[in-house]
């Protein structure tokens, strides 16, 4: 099955060459819109050649800009007959009102949770969920709110009675992963897939022949391109907020969707170590 078009274009249109990206500007600018426009209007939105279309079409997987202009319809008018709320939300403006800017950002948190489960491949978080299961070490690096990120799933692991430790400053994170060695496993987790101090800490793991795992947003990013296993984020970010919120949601739902799959792999002794450390804390519940 072919991957949903919007969640792809966003996570791959910061790599497209600058003529494609204007044409990726416009179709998210307004996919609905867009999707009514005939080849030469979409050209001429871009202020580009019919064929630089023709090529943004090709790029994403598409025969051709019919192939892509039907897929653009068909997604955008599920999308549109699915949601109540804004389906596309516009960047959020400090002087909009604040109850406009929260539904805003409710549309927002609420699309990149589900793009983030479409994009989900099943198959690989199958593999990963195995690869964690059987790892002597788990070293989990994020900076910024991807570091939020890997806390939320070092928290479950543990809880699983996985070895799991998550590091968010290159001074505690390069030397912990310079330890890895092939009975270990790095998850490496960065929204644009460029973060400096996570890539180092990629090319550190796979020095030592750990197993490596990305969750990114950018399919095309380094980070994604370099780790053997991927897991894909989907989120918008509007351009006015306090913090990457949609990207660390969408990270959020993929550290949920691994501790099911993990303790599909443990039936028995998942389900006891969750047990276990609920009555730990069941004292302390308020």
Not at 250 to 257: E, R, S, V, Y
């Amino acid at each position: 099955m072919t991957p949903p078009l919007l969640p792809r274009l966003r996570g791959r249109r910061d790599d497209l060459q600058p003529v494609l990206r204007r044409l990726a500007d416009v179709v998210l600018a307004d996919p609905v819109a867009a999707g009514r426009l005939t080849i030469d209007q979409l050209a001429a939105a871009a202020d580009c050649a019919q064929s630089s279309v023709v090529n943004f079409a090709r790029e994403l997987g598409y025969s051709g800009y019919r192939d892509f202009r039907r897929a653009l319809v068909e997604e955008a008018a599920r999308a549109a007959g699915q949601e109540d709320e804004l389906v596309f939300p516009i960047s959020i403006d400090a002087a909009d009102p604040l109850a406009v800017s929260v539904s805003r950002i409710a549309a927002a948190d609420g699309r990149a949770v589900r793009d983030t489960v479409r994009l989900l491949d099943i198959g690989v978080l199958e593999q990963v969920a195995e690869v964690l299961v059987g790892s002597r070490r788990i070293v989990l690096v994020g900076a910024g709110a991807s570091g939020l990120a890997a806390m939320d799933l070092q928290y479950k692991l543990t809880r699983l009675g996985l070895s799991a430790h998550a590091l968010t400053s290159a001074h505690d994170a390069l030397p912990a992963v310079a330890g890895l060695g092939e009975l270990d496993c790095l998850v490496a987790i960065s929204d644009s897939g460029r973060t400096t101090d996570v890539l180092e800490a990629l090319a550190l793991a796979d020095e030592g022949g750990a197993r490596t795992l990305a969750i990114t947003g950018d399919p095309a990013s380094p980070l994604a391109l370099g780790a053997a296993h991927l897991l894909l984020t989907a989120s918008r970010e509007p351009s006015f907020r306090a913090g990457a919120t949609s990207s660390r949601i969408a990270q959020l739902t993929i550290a949920d969707c691994l501790l099911i799959a993990v303790t599909a792999r443990l039936p028995d002794a998942g389900q006891d170590a969750l047990r276990r450390t609920r009555r730990a804390l069941e004292p302390r519940r308020p």
